[in-house]
């Protein structure tokens, strides 16, 4: 068994780096578009669907991802540990869907807001520890610059939520608020990810990191839409903006994958 | 090879390990076979070897590095002048007390403090046999703790003279935990490749 995991470990790494991202860029975009098609001839919801467990199944598994990559680096206090808190904030991610459709289909009750929400704001102060962790030991002190820039894209993200959503924001005050508390949060996270691409910039993790801030940008894109969309009312679960999750939850394990690679 | 450099080295790699994982230190050590053919204790006693490869891997953040791998060994505290270093590194602290435990290598190590002479001289000063005498102090050689500074001519042949590396030791408990803390004499903390870098970070 040994033998066997070594001798594919072995060809994982013999694989140049480039044919192994483009294996993974065009997996990842072939499953996003394979599984938009297939939402667009899904019958229409009444019962548990596939999508449904295509939904659970990407972060349950991009978190198990997380989980073995901390293993592997035996759980020491940079590298492992700071990727376990991203696998546990994927978790509660994963939980918060799993709370999402425990009030579509048993309590048969709106899951928008709901106690789902909880969980899902929970994945964000853990890849905040994440970047920080990492930061901490690798960064060298942030410059005024990276603190501007990363600030601005922070403000920038919120100002672009608020400007979609000012015309339509006083008919449903309460989605208005939880979506502005979603979107700083997811703010926040990206702008730290900003600063960690600069800790990372002249290191050989420089591309993992740079995948990871990729895949937090999908994320954001994913909340402002999502959010924009409950508070007109608009979204469905056929709608693409579920792509974005599905590609930036990808976009980790990919990460994941590199950061193993160049260590 | 600066002895007090050697006797941090095998406690530098644990550190590595902790902070990064046993995967990058064996990455960081395939490196440095590759192009060195240093394996990582040596290369840690070639310290410039470890920084560049370090830098290869980590850029400039290597210093950074550095640093948490030497504040994680030991911190260093000015008293009357003198630099007194207390040894945070269980490997390392275990290593002092074990030798320190033991009666006749703490009688040579005491005599090594203030004296640097030869074997011969040591064993006979400490009234300690021969027959077991020079298998003690070989141990504390291997270990760093007793080393070889300067040569003495003896009927053509030239004798190394031997010193301890410390000029003072203080093991006391607090809160339940040994602290050991050493003062390294002056010549060997002015050579250490490490303590440039505590030095450098200091200011």
Same mark, same amino acid.
């Given at each position: 068994?040994?033998?066997?995991?070594?001798?594919?470990?072995?060809?994982?790494?013999?694989?140049?780096?480039?044919?192994?991202?483009?294996?993974?860029?065009?997996?990842?975009?072939?499953?996003?578009?394979?599984?938009?098609?297939?939402?667009?001839?899904?019958?229409?919801?009444?019962?548990?669907?596939?999508?449904?467990?295509?939904?659970?199944?990407?972060?349950?598994?991009?978190?198990?991802?997380?989980?073995?990559?901390?293993?592997?680096?035996?759980?020491?206090?940079?590298?492992?540990?700071?990727?376990?808190?991203?696998?546990?904030?994927?978790?509660?991610?994963?939980?918060?869907?799993?709370?999402?459709?425990?009030?579509?289909?048993?309590?048969?009750?709106?899951?928008?807001?709901?106690?789902?929400?909880?969980?899902?704001?929970?994945?964000?102060?853990?890849?905040?520890?994440?970047?920080?962790?990492?930061?901490?030991?690798?960064?060298?002190?942030?410059?005024?610059?990276?603190?501007? *820039?990363?600030?601005?894209?922070?403000?920038?993200?919120?100002?672009?939520?608020?400007?979609?959503?000012?015309?339509?924001?006083?008919?449903?005050?309460?989605?208005?608020?939880?979506?502005?508390?979603?979107?700083?949060?997811?703010?926040?996270?990206?702008?730290?990810?900003?600063?960690?691409?600069?800790?990372?910039?002249?290191?050989?993790?420089?591309?993992?990191?740079?995948?990871?801030?990729?895949?937090?940008? *999908?994320?954001?894109?994913?909340?402002?839409?999502?959010?924009? *969309?409950?508070?007109?009312?608009?979204?469905?679960?056929?709608?693409?903006?579920?792509?974005?999750?599905?590609?930036?939850?990808?976009?980790?394990?990919?990460?994941?994958?590199?950061?193993?690679?160049?260590? | 090879?600066?002895?007090?450099?050697?006797?941090?080295?095998?406690?530098?790699?644990?550190?590595?390990?902790?902070?990064?994982?046993?995967?990058?230190?064996?990455?960081?050590?395939?490196?440095?076979?590759?192009?060195?053919?240093?394996?990582?204790?040596?290369?840690?006693?070639?310290?410039?070897?470890?920084?560049?490869?370090?830098?290869?891997?980590?850029?400039?953040?290597?210093?950074?590095?550095?640093?948490?791998?030497?504040?994680?060994?030991?911190?260093?505290?000015?008293?009357?002048?003198?630099?007194?270093?207390?040894?945070?590194?269980?490997?390392?602290?275990?290593?002092?007390?074990?030798?320190?435990?033991?009666?006749?290598?703490?009688?040579?190590?005491?005599?090594?403090?203030?004296?640097?002479?030869?074997?011969?001289?040591?064993?006979?000063?400490?009234?300690?046999?021969?027959?077991?005498?020079?298998?003690?102090?070989?141990?504390?050689?291997?270990?760093?703790?007793?080393?070889?500074?300067?040569?003495?001519?003896?009927?053509?042949?030239?004798?190394?003279?031997?010193?301890?590396?410390?000029?003072?030791?203080?093991?006391?408990?607090?809160?339940?935990?040994?602290?050991?803390?050493?003062?390294?004499?002056?010549?060997?903390?002015?050579?250490?490749?490490?303590?440039?870098?505590?030095?450098?970070?200091?200011?």
């Amino acid at each position: 068994m040994r033998h066997k995991r070594g001798f594919a470990f072995s060809k994982f790494k013999k694989i140049s780096n480039k044919s192994f991202d483009c294996i993974l860029i065009l997996a990842i975009v072939f499953l996003i578009i394979s599984f938009q098609a297939y939402l667009f001839f899904e019958e229409v919801k009444k019962d548990f669907l596939v999508s449904d467990t295509i939904y659970l199944a990407v972060p349950l598994f991009t978190s198990i991802v997380c989980f073995c990559t901390a293993k592997s680096y035996g759980f020491s206090d940079v590298f492992g540990k700071s990727i376990f808190a991203l696998g546990i904030g994927i978790f509660f991610y994963f939980l918060g869907e799993v709370t999402y459709l425990y009030y579509e289909y048993t309590i048969e009750a709106d899951p928008y807001p709901s106690f789902a929400d909880l969980f899902y704001f929970l994945f964000y102060p853990f890849v905040v520890f994440h970047i920080h962790r990492n930061i901490q030991y690798f960064g060298e002190k942030v410059s005024k610059s990276t603190k501007i *820039l990363s600030g601005a894209i922070g403000i920038g993200i919120v100002g672009i939520f608020v400007f979609l959503t000012y015309s339509d924001f006083k008919n449903s005050l309460f989605s208005f608020y939880i979506g502005l508390f979603f979107i700083i949060s997811t703010a926040v996270t990206m702008s730290f990810a900003i600063i960690g691409v600069k800790a990372f910039w002249q290191t050989v993790l420089s591309s993992s990191w740079l995948i990871i801030t990729v895949s937090l940008l *999908l994320f954001v894109v994913g909340d402002v839409w999502y959010y924009y *969309l409950e508070i007109n009312q608009l979204y469905s679960y056929k709608h693409p903006v579920n792509m974005f999750w599905i590609a930036s939850f990808g976009f980790i394990v990919y990460a994941m994958l590199k950061h193993l690679r160049t260590m | 090879m600066n002895p007090l450099d050697a006797l941090l080295a095998e406690a530098l790699s644990s550190v590595i390990k902790k902070n990064l994982g046993a995967r990058t230190l064996k990455r960081i050590e395939k490196r440095l076979q590759e192009k060195y053919g240093y394996t990582m204790t040596m290369s840690i006693k070639n310290f410039h070897t470890l920084d560049a490869t370090l830098r290869e891997f980590f850029g400039p953040t290597a210093d950074r590095i550095e640093k948490d791998f030497v504040n994680g060994i030991f911190g260093t505290d000015t008293k009357n002048g003198d630099m007194w270093i207390t040894i945070q590194n269980k490997e390392l602290a275990e290593l002092v007390l074990e030798s320190f435990g033991n009666k006749e290598k703490r009688k040579i190590l005491e005599y090594s403090f203030t004296n640097s002479t030869t074997l011969s001289k040591i064993l006979k000063s400490c009234e300690i046999p021969k027959s077991s005498g020079y298998r003690l102090i070989n141990e504390l050689i291997q270990r760093g703790l007793l080393v070889a500074d300067s040569y003495v001519s003896d009927e053509g042949k030239e004798i190394s003279r031997y010193t301890s590396i410390f000029n003072g030791l203080d093991i006391h408990i607090k809160d339940n935990t040994i602290v050991v803390n050493c003062l390294f004499k002056k010549n060997f903390l002015k050579n250490s490749y490490i303590m440039k870098l505590v030095h450098n970070e200091n200011n």
